[in-house]
C-alpha cells in the first residue's frame, strides 16, 4: 500500500502571503481613509450649502413683507410722531464687516376688530380688549395699529393677557382719539436679522424668545438698496442705507424709504471641516464689500449665496 506525503507550506511563503496581504490591507486602508476625508469634506460643505439656501430664502420672504399693514396709513405716534419716522426697515450697513437689517411688518397676520371703546378722554387707559380675525394673537414688543375714518395711530405692546384678548401699554401711553367698538387693528411684529462676532446669524424678534440662532459660520452678510429715484418702477441706482446720498446721471439724491423698490442680500457662510489641502486667498465680492478669509480659516470651503427681493409694501401713493 502506498503511502502519500501531505506537503504543507513553508515558513517562508507564509511570511511571503502575509507580507502581500498586509500590503494590500494598508493600501484599502489608505484609499478608504482619502475616500472618507474627501465624502466628509464634501458632505460637510453640501450641509452648509442646504442650511444657507433654506435661510436666506426664509429672510427673503419676510424682508418681502417690510411696511405690511403699517403704510396704509399715516399712523400716529405719542408726542407727534408719525409713520414717515417709524421705518418699515433700515439696514446698519458696515464697509468691513456684515451688515443688518430691521423689518416691521405685519408677518404673522394678526388683525381684527377692538371690542371695548377706549381713547380720547384718558390716555392714561393702558390697557383695551380686542377680537382676532385669524388664529394667531400679540406679544409683548409688538405693535398695534388703530384705524378708523377719522384718526390713526399706533403703540408698542408691553403687557398680554393669558387669553391673549387683553393687551396693555407702557403707563401713561394710551390711545389719544376716541376709537368705537369695531374699529380695525393691525399687529405689527418688529424683526433684525444680524451677525454675532462669534458668526452666528441671529432672526430677533423682540419678544420673550428673543434672539434666535438660524445659521452657524457665518462670514458675512451683506445688503444693498435698489433705488428708484424716478417713480418709473425701474431701479436707477444702488444704496446702502436710507439717508444716504447718491448720483444718479449727474444728480444727487438723498435716498428715502418710498425709493427703495428692491433689497440685495448677499451670505457667505464656510464649512465646518477642514480641508488640509486647501488655502482659500480668494477675494469674495458681496455687493461693495471685497471680502477676503483671514488667514486661520483658509482651509475651510465656503458657499455664496444671493438674491434679490421685490419690495410689495413700501410705495404709498400720494
Known sequence: MALFKKKGFSLIELIIVVGIGSILLASLASV??????????????????????AVLDYMAREIRMAGAGLLDKDYK?????????????????????????????????????????????????????????????FSAGNFITISDRDNSEIRIITNVSSDKRTISFANGNGLDYPH?????????????????????????????????????????LQFQLGVDVDNDGIVDGNANFIGETININGINYTVTVNMIKQIHIWLLVRGSVQDETLNDT???RLGDLNY???????????????????????????
Open 180 to 220: 368705537k367698538n369695531g374699529v380695525i387693528f393691525n399687529g405689527i411684529q418688529e424683526l433684525r436679522y444680524y451677525v454675532a462676532p462669534n458668526g452666528t446669524l441671529y432672526r430677533n424678534n423682540f419678544e420673550a424668545n428673543g434672539n434666535q440662532p438660524i445659521l452657524e459660520n457665518v462670514e458675512s
Open 282 to 284: 480668494s477675494t469674495y
Open 292 to 318: 477676503q478669509p483671514p488667514t486661520t480659516f483658509r482651509k475651510y470651503r465656503r458657499v455664496i449665496y444671493n438674491t434679490t427681493v421685490t419690495l410689495r409694501n413700501l410705495r404709498r401713493e400720494s
Open 77 to 137: 405716534f405719542r408726542g407727534g410722531v408719525s409713520s414717515s419716522s417709524f421705518l418699515p426697515f433700515s439696514t446698519i450697513n458696515s464697509s468691513t464687516g456684515p451688515d443688518a437689517i430691521r423689518i416691521r411688518g405685519n408677518f404673522q397676520g394678526v388683525f381684527g376688530v377692538i371690542s371695548t371703546t377706549v381713547g380720547g378722554t384718558d390716555i392714561n387707559d393702558e390697557s383695551i380688549r380686542v377680537n382676532y380675525r385669524e388664529k394667531a394673537s
Open 32 to 53: 478608504f481613509v482619502s475616500q472618507s476625508k474627501t465624502y466628509s469634506k464634501f458632505s460637510d460643505i453640501g450641509e452648509t450649502e442646504n442650511a444657507a439656501r
